[in-house]
């Protein structure tokens, strides 16, 4: 055999020699000499080296060779091991190489016409065509229509409905499945296909179907911040904005009113044939109750309500019918300056109503501080009807004074006295006994004088 002399040792007189690093060389030599020969688009046989789930390892007579996967068939394939196994001796045809690096790319594919030339030249866009499900993806479904010939159904493509789903709920791979053309463009070998173009465009007879004011029953598929969507049927849907939801209630967001899946009326509102939109109501299902609401809240008028959630600005108060009214923060207090409670039922009384913003504005402050205007005007009008008789008090003693005797002076200065010092129950209490006493007087006058009327037939 032949080695070489790949290292010396003088100091332990050590000599190391290689017949590999000569085989290395030869094949090296070997490679190089093939590849010099090697053109683009040459049919070489290889036999089948390794196998790997990106492609095949080919060896070419000294030299390797990569046969990708993707080159392999035309039609689609999961794993090389479906077409090929190991030292399978094929005719492959020499894609491109690389010199320096010295790497070849093989095709195996290329030695077979291309589908796409054999496709029928009558087939055009907006026929039928049928085809076996391949590739499942976010976006769509790829369909085999011939080997190696493929077109991509858009996942918007399969339902008339606007809310995107997934293709797995329409088909799965391995399903035989019809679709519409929907563009074709051979030079780049790309077919679009359709399959809600199957059944008719809803949208189509949308006007007659669902014209504006009729009635229907929809069902709940989604919520945003501003409203519901509702779906008629499969392909159409309408909103339904938060301020067309209820008459009375104040809603914040969609979902305190209904839930994904319910099943809620709706009358049409308005059509929009050219965006496909819908304008939907709830509340229009009943007529307006505030035309009524107008006749029972007048401004003025006094309810029963139960104060909501109490902020810094004011609070709901749940009044009759289950109408929300708003009582501003300040309207909120009680007697005693007491600021109103949750739950808490009070009366109030309505100081403002908008029917065309569906807005009554309610207050409990005005009502306690009404009554405590109305006990401070019975206080005074009692007051005022006391002094009247004070003043006629007065005037009785008066009259009294004109009218007295000698011996009824010293009772007059001492009623006198309790005028000026202001004690009048005491003058009162001095005057009946004065007014008694000349009572007493009068009837002690009378009497003599109907004795003496008795006396005189006698005389």
Same mark, same amino acid.
């Given at each position: 055999?032949?080695?070489?002399?790949?290292?010396?040792?003088?100091?332990?007189?050590?000599?190391?020699?290689?017949?590999?690093?000569?085989?290395?060389?030869?094949?090296?030599?070997?490679?190089?000499?093939?590849?010099?020969?090697?053109?683009?688009?040459?049919?070489?046989?290889?036999?089948?080296?390794?196998?790997?789930?990106?492609?095949?390892?080919?060896?070419?007579?000294?030299?390797?060779?990569?046969?990708?996967?993707?080159?392999?068939?035309?039609?689609? %394939?999961?794993?090389?091991?479906?077409?090929?196994?190991?030292?399978?001796?094929?005719?492959?045809?020499?894609?491109?190489?690389?010199?320096?690096?010295?790497?070849?790319?093989?095709?195996?594919?290329?030695?077979?016409?291309?589908?796409?030339?054999?496709?029928?030249?009558?087939?055009?866009?907006?026929?039928?065509?049928?085809?076996?499900?391949?590739?499942?993806?976010?976006?769509?479904?790829?369909?085999?229509?011939?080997?190696?010939v493929e077109g991509l159904i858009h996942v918007s493509e399969m339902s008339?409905?606007?809310?995107?789903?997934?293709?797995?709920?329409?088909?799965?791979?391995?399903?035989?499945?019809?679709?519409?053309?929907?563009?074709?463009?051979?030079?780049?070998?790309?077919?679009?296909?359709?399959?809600?173009?199957?059944?008719?465009?809803?949208?189509?007879?949308?006007?007659?179907?669902?014209?504006?004011?009729?009635?229907?029953?929809?069902?709940?598929?989604?919520?945003?911040?501003?409203?519901?969507?509702?779906?008629?049927?499969?392909?159409?849907?309408?909103?339904?904005?938060?301020?067309?939801?209820?008459?009375?209630?104040?809603?914040?967001?969609?979902?305190?009113?209904?839930?994904?899946?319910?099943? %809620?009326?709706?009358?049409?509102?308005?059509?929009?044939?050219?965006?496909?939109?819908?304008?939907?109501?709830?509340?229009?299902?009943e007529d307006n109750p505030w035309e009524t609401y107008e006749t029972v809240?007048?401004?003025?008028?006094?309810?029963?309500?139960?104060?909501?959630?109490?902020?810094?600005?004011?609070?709901?108060?749940?009044?009759?019918?289950?109408?929300? @009214?708003?009582?501003?923060?300040?309207?909120?207090?009680?007697?005693?300056?007491?600021?109103?409670?949750?739950?808490?039922?009070?009366?109030?009384?309505? %100081?403002?109503?908008?029917?065309?913003?569906?807005?009554?504005?309610?207050?409990?402050?005005?009502?306690?501080?009404?009554?405590?205007?109305?006990?401070? %005007? @019975?206080?005074?009008?009692?007051? @005022?009807?006391q002094m009247e008789q004070d003043a006629k008090t007065l005037k009785k003693?008066?009259?009294?004074?004109?009218?007295?005797?000698?011996?009824?002076?010293?009772?007059?200065? @001492?009623?006198?006295?309790?005028?000026?010092?202001?004690?009048?129950?005491?003058?009162?209490?001095?005057?009946?006994?004065?007014?008694?006493?000349?009572?007493?007087?009068?009837?002690?006058?009378?009497?003599?004088?109907?004795?003496?009327?008795?006396?005189?037939?006698?005389?």
């Amino acid at each position: 055999m032949e080695f070489k002399v790949v290292k010396i040792n003088n100091e332990f007189k050590n000599v190391v020699v290689s017949h590999k690093v000569l085989i290395e060389q030869e094949m090296e030599n070997q490679k190089i000499e093939i590849m010099s020969k090697l053109e683009k688009g040459q049919v070489i046989e290889g036999t089948v080296k390794n196998i790997t789930s990106y492609g095949v390892f080919m060896d070419l007579g000294g030299v390797d060779g990569l046969l990708h996967i993707t080159d392999i068939s035309w039609g689609r %394939i999961n794993h090389p091991e479906e077409v090929l196994k190991l030292d399978d001796k094929i005719n492959v045809v020499i894609l491109d190489f690389d010199h320096e690096k010295k790497r070849i790319a093989l095709g195996l594919k290329q030695l077979t016409p291309q589908p796409w030339d054999a496709l029928d030249e009558s087939i055009k866009a907006g026929d039928r065509i049928k085809g076996k499900v391949v590739v499942l993806a976010d976006y769509g479904a790829f369909i085999e229509v011939l080997p190696g010939v493929e077109g991509l159904i858009h996942v918007s493509e399969m339902s008339w409905s606007q809310h995107l789903r997934s293709p797995n709920e329409f088909m799965k791979v391995g399903d035989e499945v019809e679709a519409v053309i929907l563009s074709l463009e051979r030079a780049e070998r790309k077919m679009s296909l359709g399959l809600k173009q199957l059944t008719p465009d809803p949208w189509g007879v949308i006007t007659e179907k669902y014209p504006v004011g009729s009635k229907h029953t929809a069902k709940v598929r989604n919520f945003t911040n501003f409203g519901v969507f509702a779906e008629l049927e499969e392909g159409v849907d309408g909103l339904i904005h938060i301020s067309d939801l209820s008459w009375s209630k104040k809603i914040k967001h969609p979902s305190e009113f209904t839930k994904v899946g319910d099943e %809620i009326a709706v009358v049409v509102l308005e059509v929009d044939l050219e965006n496909r939109r819908l304008s939907l109501g709830h509340k229009q299902v009943e007529d307006n109750p505030w035309e009524t609401y107008e006749t029972v809240f007048t401004v003025g008028s006094v309810h029963e309500g139960t104060v909501g959630k109490v902020t810094d600005k004011g609070a709901q108060v749940l009044m009759p019918y289950g109408v929300e @009214a708003y009582a501003p923060y300040k309207h909120l207090f009680k007697e005693g300056n007491v600021l109103a409670k949750p739950d808490e039922k009070l009366n109030f009384r309505v %100081i403002e109503f908008s029917k065309e913003n569906r807005k009554i504005v309610v207050s409990h402050k005005v009502l306690y501080e009404e009554a405590v205007a109305g006990a401070k %005007i @019975a206080a005074n009008a009692e007051e @005022a009807k006391q002094m009247e008789q004070d003043a006629k008090t007065l005037k009785k003693v008066k009259e009294s004074v004109e009218k007295t005797t000698f011996g009824d002076l010293n009772s007059l200065a @001492a009623l006198k006295t309790d005028l000026e010092q202001g004690e009048l129950e005491k003058a009162k209490v001095k005057l009946a006994q004065l007014a008694d006493k000349k009572e007493d007087a009068a009837e002690e006058t009378t009497q003599p004088e109907v004795d003496k009327k008795e006396e005189a037939p006698d005389a």
